[in-house]
């Protein structure tokens, strides 16, 4: 099991969790004297455990234990201190009163509410919709041609580069490329095909002028960040 208490960056649950840690939470804990009577399971241990298993789609208090349990020597980056077992949540789920659940929800809901869209997609929109991005594993650069700058010791390391066309409505992959890490980004798009009248999210390191000149051929919308050195003008 790994025993590390520190890691570079967090991961989405820790992303998730930051936003109703235990200082957010203090006054409807309080509020709700949520951890009154209970020694062992306090409440932020409780809701994390429980905001896990609906995340998660957990069926059972033995996968949320279990689920938990390999983050263990992470935990400090959600706040608690030990994964509770299954039997010490079946003993909370039945004793500690759900409304407590209930006003954190209410709390949080009003806390968060004026960052919270108050829209959502049409589902014909959705259907059609790919979010495209990339991500880079650092591998040694024997196997792989190096990327980035020079570090100050003056080493590089090699990586290789995953591009990912994710279908918003299935939240799945819909397309995958893996180049060498300084490879462009753009190298995608010589393998990509989208069906007409679909939409495309990306930043603005897939920005081509000619692949958006391809996109509008052919019926396909695209969304990016618009480069500060644009000039507005398509190359034909």
Aim: charged share 15%; hydrophobic share 35%.
């Amino acid at each position: 099991m790994n025993q590390s208490t520190n890691f570079i960056g967090q991961h989405l649950f820790g992303q998730v969790t930051s936003l109703c840690n235990k200082s957010v939470l203090a006054p409807v804990i309080r509020q709700t004297n949520a951890n009154r009577y209970y020694k062992r399971l306090h409440y932020y241990e409780h809701f994390i455990s429980m905001l896990y298993c609906t995340l998660s789609g957990c069926t059972s208090l033995r996968e949320i234990s279990a689920g938990l349990s390999i983050a263990q020597g992470k935990l400090n980056h959600l706040g608690i201190e030990y994964v509770p077992p299954r039997s010490t949540l079946s003993d909370g789920n039945r004793q500690r009163p759900s409304s407590v659940f209930k006003q954190t929800y209410e709390y949080l809901y009003k806390l968060y509410k004026p960052s919270l869209s108050d829209s959502t997609l049409p589902k014909a929109i959705t259907q059609k919709l790919f979010l495209l991005d990339a991500t880079v594993f650092s591998l040694f650069k024997a196997i792989l041609k190096t990327s980035g700058r020079y570090s100050a010791n003056g080493k590089k390391k090699g990586g290789i580069k995953k591009n990912t066309v994710i279908e918003a409505s299935s939240m799945m992959p819909y397309f995958i490329q893996f180049d060498a890490a300084a490879d462009h980004d753009q190298l995608i798009y010589k393998h990509l095909s989208l069906p007409t009248g679909s939409y495309i999210v990306f930043d603005k390191g897939y920005n081509n002028y000619r692949q958006f000149a391809a996109f509008t051929a052919a019926g396909i919308s695209f969304i990016t960040r618009q480069n500060s050195q644009a000039t507005g003008r398509f190359y034909q």
